[in-house]
């Protein structure tokens, strides 16, 4: 039998997850946030068809310090896997403990009951029951061992298309954000030139009539009319002397010395190790890399926060509310019950960005105006230029092939910096990002490498295909000029990118059938298989401009194939896609439409990556590329007709998939490109100077 | 005081805020129209529009005093088969964008009750979405001119 979730194991009381209201509605409590991509409309179905009640009566509560089970972190496509089973089972022992009550007050035999919408039934029962007559108490349990679970040939919701996701009215037409949320004063930061830079001077007179916050170098003002906030900023600003302090970065680029300095770590099992790398020899060899990236969320980051008694109260959409309640304690210096954090809902969030770093700038604010609900938003110029960022990478393949045209030996090895940033009560530093400006400073993490399976730089870095002889290594570049942190997908992307690129040349020297040549390799796998043949099947093949790759995000969660269709301008060098398809296997489908939103988002997203997107600095590591047209994203008119097909596995459990696509989508862009070119374009992003440089040589 | 209509509705705000930008004045208190968002303040991205007598514009950066005696129109107001079909087929994901692609789409749908795909992606290319939920909004709206 299945081991009971994690989740309920560190929360087992049944209240805490599920609650019965008297007007007919079940509340489902989860410790996961939406960060953007409709979680929570689709833990409420797990939820509705776990206890047979209508889909409408379950509203789902999430992220509330002191409310909610404490589940970490929203990332890594884990919420449904998680806090998916975690409802499920509670939901299930819910439903059992109710029928239980029924049989008792009825005298009947619990077996012989049936739910409808919550309605009790079964021969004998002559009176209305419904499970709101019988939860005049709280449940009073506590789950220690696993409750069988509905069988999933009975569902009617999970898996059925036209759910509809509730919140989408409100927010289309309403307030619905962090950003709406009133708030009596309005509050903005006045920035330094960069995280190397420390005040000197400030004119205190400008600020007037606003409140204003100094700290060190941390630097806000508020006032209650939020333009007011917004111009009286801008005026500090221009006040403001600053001194950059230390030595400027040593460039940005993976160079050589940094490639050198490196700690290396072969995988052994999946799990970087502290052993020397073996040598393999190779006779094909190829370099791919990817620049800094930005979230560049729609929305700059935005917090709530009041400070009344000694207590602090905060709104925010951090990804963390509990780790960030204990950093938010220790850099104010108070206990972490004293904080309450509830998550409300931002903009689409695609890893750490700046919403735990708004939420200590909105509580330093709150503190020096006690009993005032201030609202802190970044300006947009901030939110590009201060986000902790998607690090670069610099991926080497090498492989020999046999005679037969297959992989004979294979190398990969995995350069870069940390993708595992977040604020962290156990970490060695505080990593929110005004911390480093106060007057007692605290200093952030010294990036240490992640040495779990499929984490930060070598997500994705072991190939999904099987070679006879192979060594991935993880080489771990401690000085990062700049400030990264988690992006979606982490390692897997670059990775992704790297193998499914060096597979396409690999089966191009060969002579063999790209398609064919992964076949080959893949035979062990009868699930990558499948979407490998259904990618084909939906999109007639790799006819003309189109490419292909696929791969399992950190290998054991969704597995997707991508191919796309490219045109390339001939006169402007400009690579557009005009269409794209997804094969995915995320085991069981929870919702089919919602699951097809995240696979597409996340193809688009990376197209983005991989077609525009790289964040540009001056010498002192401050990002230049702080607005939408020095960092440009997709538009409309250059995103991709898709077409998704969904392989359902209502036996398996259900698989993470926001990130799935991100890798097979960067690696099919590739490959489509060579199709169309016949050049081999190893370095993101794939502008139209990259192109004719590559044409060039 | 500076009177307008919002939504078909009387608003007003003070004269004192002729200078700021629209956006400001709707998401202020006195109006309270939180629908369009801010998303750079500097017509980049697209999330703060609305309709000005019909016409789109960026209320990130067009001073409120120039909707003295005109109709302002927001995502909240346009309840129509545009804003309809997008949000019945969970055209988006976060939702930050959709006001303003709403406000965008019903401008174009006004003018050209049945574009064609090409059309809709361009006239929606003022607008930003990160989410990159642009196939699904270009399918429902194609669906909406019948396409
Ligand atoms: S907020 Fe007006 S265009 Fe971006
Ligand atoms: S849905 Fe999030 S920005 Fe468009």
Redesign the interface.
């Known amino acids: 039998m299945k081991p009971l979730p994690h989740a309920l194991v560190a929360t087992p009381s049944l209240d805490r997850w599920i609650r019965l209201t008297g007007d007919g509605a079940v509340i489902a409590f989860t410790g996961k946030v939406e960060i953007g991509q409709g979680i929570l409309a689709a833990l409420g179905t797990i939820v509705a068809e776990e206890l047979d009640v209508a889909r409408r009566r379950v509203q789902v509560v999430s992220g509330h310090t002191g409310h909610t089970p404490n589940e970490g972190v929203t990332a890594g496509s884990m919420s449904i896997e998680t806090s998916g089973a975690a409802l499920r089972q509670a939901s299930a022992w819910a439903r059992c403990l109710l029928l239980q009550r029924a049989a008792t007050r009825l005298g009947v035999a619990e077996d012989n009951l049936t739910v409808a919408d919550g309605e009790i039934t079964g021969p004998g029962v002559n009176e209305r029951l419904t499970y709101w007559n019988l939860a005049d108490r709280p449940f009073g349990f506590e789950i220690r061992d696993r409750m069988p679970e509905k069988a999933t040939s009975a569902y009617r919701l999970v898996g059925r298309d036209g759910q509809r996701r509730a919140d989408i009215l409100a927010k289309a037409t309403a307030a619905a954000f962090v950003h709406d949320c009133a708030a009596q004063l309005h509050a903005r930061m006045v920035r330094p030139p960069s995280l190397r830079h420390r005040l000197i001077e400030l004119d205190v007179d400008v600020a007037a009539p606003g409140r204003l916050v100094v700290d060190g170098s941390f630097v806000a003002v508020a006032h209650p009319v939020e333009f007011e906030a917004e111009r009286l900023a801008q005026r500090i600003a221009g006040s403001a002397r600053w001194l950059r302090i230390g030595s400027p970065p040593e460039g940005f680029d993976i160079d050589e010395s940094r490639r050198e300095t490196a700690e290396a770590f072969p995988l052994r099992n999946g799990v970087p190790s502290p052993v020397p790398r073996r040598q393999v020899a190779t006779t094909h060899r190829a370099v791919y890399r990817r620049p800094f990236l930005m979230h560049a969320s729609i929305a700059p980051s935005a917090a709530i926060a009041v400070w009344r008694d000694g207590a602090l109260a905060i709104e925010c959409s951090s990804q963390g509310i509990e780790p960030l309640r204990q950093v938010v304690a220790l850099v104010l210096g108070i206990d972490p019950d004293a904080i309450e954090i509830r998550h409300v809902p931002g903009a689409g969030c695609y890893g750490h960005n700046g919403a735990d770093d708004a939420a200590l700038d909105a509580a330093l604010v709150a503190r020096a105006v006690p009993g005032h609900r201030v609202s802190l938003k970044w300006s947009r110029e901030e939110e590009h230029g201060f986000e902790p960022l998607g690090p670069a990478m610099h991926v080497e393949m090498g492989a020999s092939l046999d005679a037969e045209g297959r992989v004979s030996s294979w190398t990969h090895d995995a350069y870069g910096f940390t993708h595992v940033a977040r604020p962290s009560p156990g970490a060695s530093g505080v990593d929110l990002l005004s911390a480093r400006f106060l007057a007692e400073p605290f200093e952030p993490t010294s990036p240490r490498p992640a040495l779990g399976p499929e984490v930060g730089i070598h997500r994705n870095a072991l190939p999904i295909y099987s070679f006879p002889d192979q060594e991935v290594t993880k080489h771990f570049v401690a000085d990062a000029p700049v400030r990264t942190s988690a992006l979606r997908g982490l390692g897997a992307q670059g990775n992704v990118f790297a193998i499914e690129s060096f597979m396409d040349e690999l089966a191009h020297s060969a002579g063999v059938d790209p398609v064919e040549f992964r076949r080959r390799h893949l035979r062990h796998d009868p699930r990558a298989l499948a979407v490998l043949e259904a990618v084909l099947k939906s999109s007639g093949g790799l006819t003309g401009h189109r490419g292909l790759a696929l791969a399992r995000y950190k290998n054991r969660q969704c597995c997707a194939a991508v191919v796309a269709e490219v045109s390339v301008d001939p006169e402007t060098a400009e690579i557009r896609v005009p269409r794209l398809w997804i094969a995915a296997d995320a085991g069981r489908v929870i919702d089919p439409d919602g699951l097809t939103n995240q696979l597409e988002g996340g193809a688009v997203q990376a197209l983005s990556w991989c077609l525009k997107e790289a964040v540009s600095f001056d010498a002192d590591g401050a990002v230049t590329s702080r607005d939408w047209s020095s960092y440009p994203i997709l538009r409309f008119s250059e995103a991709p007709e898709i077409e998704t097909v969904l392989l359902d596995r209502p036996e398996l459990d259900p698989l993470g998939a926001g990130e799935a696509t991100v890798g097979p989508t960067s690696g099919a862009l590739a490959n489509a490109v060579f199709a169309a070119t016949g050049l081999r374009i190893g370095d993101l992003p794939m502008t139209p100077d990259r192109l004719r440089e590559a044409a060039a040589r | 005081m500076i009177r307008f209509r919002l939504n078909g509705e009387a608003a007003q705000f003070d004269d004192s805020e002729r200078d700021?930008?629209l956006l400001?004045v709707l998401?202020?208190?006195a109006v309270g129209e939180?629908?369009p968002?801010?998303?750079?303040?500097?017509e980049?991205?697209g999330?703060c529009r609305v309709l000005v007598d019909g016409e789109p514009a960026y209320a990130c950066t067009l001073p409120a005093g120039a909707v003295e005696g005109r109709h302002v129109e927001t995502?909240?107001g346009l309840d129509t088969p545009v804003?309809r079909a997008?949000?019945?087929s969970?055209a988006?994901?976060?939702?930050?964008?959709?006001?303003g692609i709403?406000v965008a789409a019903e401008a174009l749908f006004r003018a050209n009750p049945r574009p064609s795909g090409?059309e809709?992606?361009?006239a929606?290319?003022s607008?930003?979405?990160?989410?990159?939920?642009?196939?699904?909004?270009?399918r429902a709206l194609l669906e909406v001119a019948g396409r």
């Open positions: 700021m930008p400001y998401r202020s208190p939180m629908t968002k801010l998303g750079c303040g500097i980049q991205c999330t995502a909240a804003r997008l949000i019945e969970n988006t994901q976060c939702g930050y964008c959709l006001p709403i090409a809709i992606a361009t929606l290319d607008q930003l979405c990160r989410c990159g939920s642009h196939p699904r909004v270009l």
